[in-house]
Nanobody, 121 residues
């Protein structure tokens, strides 16, 4: 079984910064892309940022220049550095791993449980 555990969410003032972490565990041999998504109440999850196994990154227009995604392959961990946070960044942030290969199985997508980010004064 593969698990993704997010951490780093919390309350921050507008203009502040947070760093989210997502660690994958479970006899993992390889992971293709990893990414961060967010969900507003009553809305579908939307892509925030993603990074492939080769290091290619993709960002939502709304976070370009403010958020940076990075990945530690050795630790099966992905990070999201969020700077210049705005109230509209308030959401639940979810981590996702694509094409996760373990010793006995391949998972197309694995989601974390999410971490709440609140940007408010």
């Amino acid at each position: 079984q593969v698990q993704l555990v997010e951490s780093g969410g919390g309350l921050v003032q507008p203009g502040g910064s947070l760093r989210l972490s997502c660690a994958a565990s479970g006899s993992i041999k390889s992971i293709n892309a990893m990414g961060w998504y967010r969900q507003y109440p009553g809305k579908q999850r939307e892509l925030v940022a993603s990074v492939t196994s080769g290091g290619s990154t993709n960002y939502a227009d709304s976070v370009k220049g403010r958020f940076t995604i990075s990945r530690d392959h050795a630790k099966n961990t992905v990070y999201l550095q969020m700077n210049s946070l705005k109230p509209e960044d308030t959401a639940i942030y979810y981590c996702r791993a694509d094409s996760v290969v373990t010793m006995i199985h391949r998972f197309l997508q694995v989601w974390g449980r999410g971490t709440l980010v609140t940007v408010s004064s």
